[in-house]
Structures are given as C-alpha cells and as structure tokens.
C-alpha cells in the first residue's frame, strides 16, 4: 500500500548524525532525520535535536567558569563527567552544514538552511497535504532512520570525529499504521499559532524523530517528533498472583502538517502544497 508513498518520501528524507565527545572520554553518534523543503536547501526537522547543541554551549561556559575559580588552586579543577567537551552534526552528505537556524522548541520543530546543498542532490522535494484531508482513521506510513547508531571515535589531532559512511537508503525503515488522535495545544509558547500534532495507532522508533508521516500518495502530512507511553491503568499477574509492572500503549506524535505549514508561512519558506484549486463564480 506504500510502496510508492515510500519510494518518493525517501528521496526528501535525509539522516543527520549528532556526534558528542564526553568529559568522561565517551565518544558517541546518534541518528535522526530530516526533510528537505525546497530546492533551495531549507529544510525541517525535530527540535530536540539541536539540545545536545544547547547543553554543549552551556557546558562551556560552565567549564570555563570552573577553570576560572580553580585558577591558582593545587588541586585539579573538577568537572562534571557528562559535560560535552566536543559536538559536531553531519547533515545527510559530506560537506553539507547549516549556515541559519531556528527552533521553536515548544512546538518541537526546527527550521535550518543547508549550506553547499546543490538542488540535484535530491530526486524530488516534499508535496505537503491538505490539512481537511487528514482525519482520525487515516492511513499513514512513517519514515525515518532508526536501529542506527554508527561507531563512532575522536582523532585528537585533528579536533575531529570520525564515523563510517552512511547509506540513507540502506538505513532508512518504514513502520505503518494509521491517525488515531489529533491534538490542538493552544498558542504553544511564544507561537503565533495553535499548535497542532497527529498521534498515530503505532509509536516512532528513535532515529525516526524529524522524519516525514506521509500519506499512501506520498505527500507530507506530519513531522515525527516523539513517542507517548499510555498507561493502560490494570496490571497483569504472573503465576503467582503477582502484580507486574504497569502495562503501556506506546503511540507515535508527530507534527501535524497543518502547523508544519503555518511555521513555514511564518519564516516565508515557499514549499509545494496539496490544496484544491478554488473555484470561481461570474455573476453578470
């Protein structure tokens, strides 16, 4: 049923590679997605993440602010093994970095600019939905880059990480299911407009977060962004009469794309969009 809508949301939908060095010496790679918009290289993704980006700045000032009150002490300065001493992105092809960005964070959603992005980089760009056509019962199929978490190391010398090529075809996974709520959360933060998202009937998988939900035609109609546990409210037994933990249903959340739009508007982003032609009336 989604062979085609996944063939042409694969070529839109890119991996982004979050890569951290830790105080502890931890070296780490993460994957999510993102989709790009236009042939001018905007594109969007989850807001969360650029929070590792947040912390890392963060976690600089704090060292250096220790380093500061240590100075003249005999004693080592003493720092928090989680700070992030090393941060880098890697956006879906060599040499591709991000020359502007912005994130709403309330509503989880990031707008960047994608530097020494070349149009022809991409097969085809992102139809996004009509919002009336999107309804509870609604068939969508998530696409996304999860299961994925290549190794990852930190050559000193170079001040850099080093990860192994990464195949977007090859990693990128597709799990179905269908719209089961849509949620509408007032003016969220300092937006100008209502924030809107879709939950679907199965949960998003990490590495999934930024990447599209998408119609049996192909076209946009969410951002994945997170995945909800549902407390059922029961607990099971085991055989012997005991309580197990509580039972959860897991559901994906995603962006819908009726606020993906007005996010877009708002920053003057032109993208294609699924709407009926309007129809004109002569009265003579």
Request: aromatic share 10%.
């Amino acid at each position: 049923m989604f062979a085609d809508a996944c063939r042409i949301a694969k070529g839109f939908t890119r991996p982004v590679a979050t890569s951290l060095r830790y105080q502890d010496g931890v070296v780490s790679t993460v994957l999510n997605s993102f989709i790009i918009v236009n042939e001018d290289g905007w594109a969007i993704t989850a807001g969360h993440t650029f929070d590792s980006l947040v912390k890392f700045e963060g976690d600089r000032k704090k060292m250096a602010e220790i380093k500061q009150m240590s100075a003249g002490s005999s004693e080592p300065a003493k720092m928090d093994p989680k700070f992030i001493l090393n941060h880098s992105f890697w956006w879906g092809w060599d040499g591709v970095m991000i020359s502007e960005v912005t994130v709403d964070r309330k509503i989880d959603i990031a707008l960047v600019k994608l530097a020494n992005f070349r149009p022809n980089m991409v097969p085809n760009y992102p139809v996004f939905a009509d919002p009336g056509d999107i309804s509870v019962g609604s068939s969508v199929c998530r696409l996304g880059h999860p299961f994925v978490d290549p190794p990852a190391d930190f050559d000193a010398a170079r001040n850099a990480f080093r990860i192994p090529k990464i195949d977007s075809d090859a990693c990128i996974f597709a799990n179905d299911g269908m719209v089961s709520k849509i949620v509408t959360v007032k003016k969220a933060g300092n937006s100008p407009f209502d924030a809107v998202y879709l939950d679907t009937s199965t949960p998003g998988y990490r590495g999934q977060a930024g990447g599209p939900i998408v119609n049996a035609e192909g076209k946009v109609c969410g951002m994945q962004i997170n995945t909800i546990a549902m407390p059922f409210g029961f607990h099971f037994l085991d055989a012997e009469k005991n309580p197990l933990d509580d039972q959860f249903c897991c559901v994906g959340r995603a962006v819908h794309v009726k606020t993906i739009r007005q996010f877009l508007d708002s920053k003057n982003i032109m993208y294609s969009s699924d709407d009926p032609g309007e129809e004109y009336r002569i009265v003579g």
